[in-house]
């Protein structure tokens, strides 16, 4: 093959540059979605820009939101929103428009890396494989999702890493070259660790390619493994490990009773990933339990064992024959298998993101293909051009598509209840969101119909995956604010009764629903068990003493109702109830100073008017009690108002 003009790698060049520009404009007016919330927009580490520029260096990457040091370590990438948060604010298009810039030098440093491995005879080849990284569709979450800026940076950095590792070997200032790819390393494991797979690809690259002594590799190498070693050691030191609880919530290995399962499933799960990065449809932002189920098929296993025996056929076969194909099949095994729990456990089953890194394995097998035939047959290697264009537009259409998924959380996670069906993480979510919604909505009808539509959602995670303490408890909360009170009585006793530990707001929400159903009886059992675990929660005293009040028990009710103003001397219920008391015992007057007590924290002033002209009219006074029961119509215009204002009208001809 003649070599390209230059003027036609520039065009190249170019072409790479703005292709990615081409396929995610659409994001740029995105919002926040997903994992943006609490990563970007609701993190205070992030959202006060440098500020806390201690935490990012020293805490995990949620910690700000979630106030939980385990899990993710990717400080630089972190770094990168603080600073983007400094400049511009908490502007989410700035963002998007960042993402895509870095994927589009990403993309570029592939060429330049590829181009630089096969030679310039090659260019067009490498060009074209090229080309199908950039439009792979399995790309979309790491693009438009803001958040997964990590994947983006650990190949942006492990692609510099290599472009000066290889540079190292071929020309001047070999210390300058070392330097600038150790930093590059370390810059790409600090923005997510698993940029640590680079480390071993290139110097395996240099001895196929059979023109550097081992020695010579191992030595440079040696700068490479003690940056790895800095990081671990420093994720070690600051982070805290995860716990097993949390993991099992979004990996379905944990459900696995047996070894055989287990194997199997994460066979599946392998078959599964190498299944989206040549056939990426449907794509989903969850593939949680079980939409990959539990699997005892040993036809996996073996499906598994006969592709990675081809795999590994081709990285023995290459490493002895020193043929560069040996590589590819290492990049695959590197980049893919921790995600497949197969050789460890992550915290989920799968996601688009962790392809990003795997999907250059599809552009090289292309590549591949191209070296093959390229000498053998002219008919098939222009076949091969035009099936690459075919693919090329397939995937930028989907690319196009899938874009629109991501413009925010809503769309994300009803599109994820169709994309992924058996998932009970989708349903859990989009439920969760929409309760959200509902309780911030100002308008009644719309609350209703939103948490009516997270029941339904919370129902299906449950139909999949019973054992949510928490879901139970929000299917019943939904339920009771649509006044659906047998249904959510039924859910409140099942996140209590069924679970070895007793939640307490759904003790609590079980108590004010009995209350409103005025079942004061089994209202009171449930508040005393609340205060039984947390004397302090939501005022619980409080409403024991206004329990005890609507039974007529006043000496329990005045006890418990001292308890709650001692915790909190402004709360507004308190303070009415024990007006409430003294009007019981007859002291208008110190019932009438506590309404007026009341008063000063609330402005509920309809009740206080109507008590305190309850208690003028006990003392006889008819003009006063007159007086405040105008106010209370005034306020809220009631007929049993209108009614007594009306007798009192006819009492003060009498008395006035």
């Known amino acids: 093959m003649k070599k390209v003009p230059h003027n036609r790698k520039n065009w190249y060049i170019l072409t790479i540059i703005i292709l990615p520009f081409f396929l995610y404009l659409n994001t740029i007016n995105h919002y926040y979605a997903a994992d943006d919330i609490p990563l970007i927009k609701d993190n205070p580490t992030i959202n006060h820009g440098l500020s806390h520029t201690s935490d990012i260096l020293t805490k995990s990457t949620f910690y700000g939101y979630y106030h939980q040091n385990y899990g993710a370590y990717r400080p630089f990438t972190m770094l990168s929103f603080a600073i983007e948060t400094q400049l511009f604010g908490l502007t989410p298009a700035i963002s998007h428009f960042f993402n895509i810039l870095f994927y589009s030098l990403t993309c570029l440093l592939l060429f330049i890396?590829?181009?630089?491995?096969?030679?310039?005879?090659?260019?067009?080849?490498?060009?074209v494989s090229t080309i199908i990284f950039i439009v792979h569709p399995i790309h979309v979450e790491v693009v438009a999702n803001i958040k997964s800026r990590d994947e983006i940076f650990a190949m942006l950095f492990g692609l510099l890493f290599p472009l000066h590792f290889l540079n190292l070997y071929t020309k001047k200032r070999k210390v300058k070259y070392f330097i600038f790819s150790v930093l590059c390393f370390i810059l790409g494991v600090f923005s997510k660790e698993n940029a640590l797979f680079f480390i071993a690809i290139f110097p395996i690259y240099l001895y196929l390619t059979d023109k550097y002594k081992i020695k010579k590799i191992i030595i440079h190498s040696l700068g490479y493994l003690l940056s790895a070693a800095l990081f671990l050691l420093t994720r070690n030191y600051f982070l805290e490990s995860i716990p097993v609880q949390q993991l099992s919530e979004t990996n379905t290995l944990f459900h696995a009773d047996t070894f055989i399962e287990k194997l199997c499933t994460g066979c599946y799960i392998f078959l599964f990933n190498c299944k989206q990065i040549i056939f990426p449809y449907p794509l989903s932002w969850d593939y949680g339990y079980k939409e990959i189920a539990i699997q005892n098929n040993p036809?996996?296993?073996?499906?598994?064992?006969?592709?990675?025996?081809?795999?590994?056929?081709?990285i023995i076969k290459g490493w002895l024959n020193k043929k560069i194909q040996g590589i590819f099949g290492l990049i695959f095994l590197v980049s893919l298998l921790p995600y497949s729990h197969l050789l460890l456990k992550v915290a989920v089953n799968t996601a688009d993101r962790f392809l990003f890194v795997p999907s250059i394995v599809l552009s090289a097998l292309i590549l591949l293909c191209y070296l093959f035939i390229i000498k053998r047959d002219a008919i098939l290697n222009k076949l091969l051009y035009i099936f690459s264009i075919l693919i090329a537009l397939l995937f930028a259409f989907s690319t196009i598509n899938q874009n629109t998924v991501w413009k925010d959380t809503l769309t994300?996670?009803?599109?994820?209840?169709?994309?992924?069906?058996?998932?009970?993480?989708?349903?859990?979510?989009?439920?969760?969101?929409?309760?959200?919604?509902?309780?911030?909505?100002?308008?009644?009808?719309?609350?209703?119909?939103l948490y009516n539509k997270a029941a339904v959602s919370f129902s299906k995670s449950l139909e999949i995956y019973p054992a949510q303490q928490d879901i139970w408890y929000m299917q019943g909360r939904c339920f009771s604010l649509t006044n659906n009170y047998n249904e959510a009585r039924t859910a409140y006793l099942i996140s209590i009764e069924r679970f070895s530990t007793e939640k307490i707001e759904s003790l609590y929400n079980l108590a004010s629903l009995f209350e409103i159903v005025r079942n004061y009886d089994s209202s009171l059992i449930y508040f005393l068990k609340v205060a039984k675990h947390d004397s302090t929660f939501k005022n619980v005293y409080g409403s024991i003493g206004r329990i005890y009040l609507y039974k007529n028990e006043l000496s329990n009710s005045y006890s418990y109702l001292s308890k709650s103003l001692k915790q909190d001397s402004t709360n507004f219920s308190t303070l009415s109830n024990i007006g409430g008391v003294y009007y019981y015992y007859h002291d208008y007057d110190k019932a009438i100073n506590y309404y007026l007590k009341s008063g000063k924290y609330s402005k509920d002033f309809c009740s206080i008017y109507k008590n305190i002209g309850a208690c003028w009219y006990q003392k006889k006074n008819y003009k006063k009690a007159l007086e405040y029961y105008n106010l209370a119509y005034q306020c809220k215009p009631e007929n049993d108002v209108l009614t007594i204002i009306n007798s009192l009208k006819k009492l003060s001809l009498v008395h006035f």
């Not at 036809?299 to 081709?314: D, E, K, N, Q, R």
């Not at 989009?430 to 719309?446: H, I, K, R, T, V």
């Open 113 to 127: 890396v590829l181009n630089k491995i096969f030679g310039e005879k090659y260019q067009l080849i490498v060009f």
């Open 299 to 314: 036809v996996i296993i073996l499906m598994t064992i006969l592709l990675l025996g081809g795999i590994f056929y081709s």
């Open 412 to 449: 994300v996670f009803k599109d994820g209840t169709k994309k992924a069906p058996n998932s009970y993480y989708t349903h859990k979510s989009y439920g969760l969101w929409l309760s959200n919604m509902a309780d911030s909505s100002n308008s009644a009808e719309e609350k209703t119909l």
